[in-house]
């Protein structure tokens, strides 16, 4: 694994940040993102359901058979799809990237410190939460950038990432490190509404089948393309959403 270049409250970074890429990060925003992602995936109570619970459904029947595995989630935000990986493989050594320290901190703090986490939304008409985090012993959360991964080559068993590749400055050179990192045989799983944000990602990776050329090039064989996987966003205390139109995508190395 890289050395790690400093700690800030547990969280080990492995990318330099800058204090102006701290202020340029949209994912830093502690009431627009934090706050946001932990009523998402943290508090079920809030719209009765767990908002994200299609991905699981697409992603699970992908899982290693073998308990002991390494597994990494990018682009984790507040850490409930790695979590749930953690508490079904407790032999696992389980690692959450992300590039936003606040994400990974409220992802610390909740589901290996064990804190309590009040989640206030009540400008979005929802009834304030308090939850109480858990204490797992094999999930870590680490600062890097999804391009420069601090794991080893072929080091880890299964990869997932969710609402991550369309939101990367170069999602080639993204897939080509997930791709150095994993195992032979080790799966890559992707949930992704390909809602670029730049012209010239729409030309390279749309339609799909761009994508997959890309994916196949890089070396990935593809085992599962599902598309039109519908994630219900929810907006607010009223029933607004937003919907997402994603494609599953299951590769092996
Ligand atoms: C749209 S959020 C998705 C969060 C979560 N995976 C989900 O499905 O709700 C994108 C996340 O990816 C992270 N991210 C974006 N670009 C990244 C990069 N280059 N390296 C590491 N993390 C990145 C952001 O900080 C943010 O937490």
Same mark, same amino acid.
């Given at each position: 694994?890289?050395?790690?270049? #400093?700690?800030?409250? &547990? =969280?080990?970074?492995?990318?330099?940040?800058?204090?102006?890429?701290?202020?340029?990060?949209?994912?830093?925003?502690?009431?627009?993102? +934090?706050?946001?992602?932990?009523?998402?995936? %943290?508090?079920?109570?809030?719209? &009765?359901?767990?908002?994200?619970?299609?991905?699981?459904?697409?992603?699970? $029947?992908? #899982?290693?058979?073998?308990?002991?595995?390494?597994?990494?989630?990018?682009?984790?935000?507040?850490?409930?799809?790695?979590?749930?990986?953690?508490?079904?493989?407790?032999?696992?050594?389980?690692?959450? =990237?992300?590039?936003? #320290?606040?994400?990974? $901190?409220?992802?610390?703090?909740?589901? +290996?410190?064990?804190?309590? =986490?009040?989640?206030?939304?009540?400008?979005?008409? *929802?009834?304030?939460?308090?939850?109480?985090?858990?204490?797992?012993?094999? *999930?870590?959360?680490?600062?890097?950038?999804?391009?420069?991964?601090?794991? &080893?080559?072929?080091?880890?068993?299964? %990869?997932?990432?969710?609402?991550?590749?369309?939101?990367?400055?170069?999602?080639?050179? &993204?897939?080509?490190?997930?791709?150095? +990192?994993?195992?032979?045989?080790?799966?890559?799983?992707?949930?992704?509404?390909?809602?670029?944000?730049?012209?010239?990602?729409?030309?390279?990776?749309?339609?799909?089948?761009?994508?997959?050329?890309? %994916? $196949?090039? =890089?070396?990935?064989?593809?085992?599962?393309?599902?598309?039109?996987?519908?994630?219900?966003?929810?907006?607010?205390?009223?029933?607004?959403?937003?919907?997402?139109?994603?494609?599953?995508?299951?590769?092996?190395?």
């Amino acid at each position: 694994m890289q050395d790690l270049i #400093y700690r800030r409250k &547990g =969280i080990p970074f492995f990318h330099q940040k800058t204090e102006l890429e701290f202020q340029q990060d949209i994912y830093e925003r502690y009431h627009e993102m +934090v706050v946001r992602q932990s009523a998402l995936h %943290i508090a079920d109570e809030l719209w &009765g359901r767990y908002p994200f619970q299609p991905i699981y459904d697409f992603a699970e $029947k992908h #899982y290693p058979r073998d308990k002991k595995n390494n597994i990494l989630e990018l682009g984790c935000g507040v850490g409930r799809w790695i979590a749930s990986l953690a508490i079904q493989y407790p032999k696992s050594a389980c690692w959450g =990237i992300d590039y936003s #320290y606040q994400m990974l $901190k409220r992802a610390n703090e909740y589901w +290996v410190e064990g804190k309590e =986490i009040s989640i206030d939304l009540t400008d979005k008409g *929802l009834e304030q939460q308090s939850k109480k985090g858990e204490h797992l012993l094999n *999930l870590k959360f680490g600062l890097a950038k999804i391009e420069n991964l601090p794991f &080893g080559d072929n080091s880890q068993h299964l %990869i997932m990432n969710s609402f991550l590749i369309d939101r990367l400055e170069n999602p080639k050179v &993204g897939l080509n490190e997930m791709y150095r +990192v994993l195992r032979p045989a080790g799966k890559l799983i992707m949930i992704s509404p390909l809602n670029f944000k730049k012209s010239e990602h729409w030309k390279l990776y749309y339609p799909p089948r761009q994508l997959s050329n890309i %994916i $196949k090039e =890089i070396g990935f064989n593809i085992i599962e393309w599902k598309e039109e996987i519908v994630i219900n966003e929810p907006m607010d205390g009223h029933g607004n959403l937003i919907r997402w139109n994603c494609i599953g995508m299951v590769v092996e190395k």
